[in-house]
């Protein structure tokens, strides 16, 4: 709580929609299909001026994670994937799987803003095969 009240009132703000997007996109993940979660992505909201910066929103995502139960890292990529949407930033979606011994069957998921992986660090993901990108398409 200590660390919440030193931040600005912005960076509460980004925390709170990060933690009420991972809420929504958990719920959504558990009742809707799949494909209607997906294929949601919002318009740009903000003007380029005072849009957060992609490591700000990474940030927000990846502190909001600890409030939300369940929080997968699909939930969190699709979050990430929405807050990077409504800041005008172009990101996909990637999905990969491998198979480990002794854990077996991997997935995880990941969001990619030019070239650069976000949320899992490039060597978290290399032993994934990318089984699926989700590129939302320009606006």
Known sequence: MRKL????????????KAG????????????????????SRPS?????????????????????????????CLTQALALNHLLARAGYESSIHIGVAKTEGRGFEAHAWVEHVGVTLLSSPSEVAHYSRLLALRAPSL
């Open 44 to 72: 740009p909201s903000e003007s380029s001026a005072d849009r957060p910066s992609v490591e700000r929103l990474e940030w927000a995502v990846r502190t909001a994670r600890r409030m939300v139960p369940f929080a997968s």
């Open 5 to 16: 009240w030193h931040l600005s009132s912005a960076e509460r703000g980004l925390l709170l």
């Open 20 to 39: 009420i997007l991972l809420a929504i996109y958990r719920i959504a993940l558990w009742v809707l299909p799949w494909n209607r979660v997906s294929v």
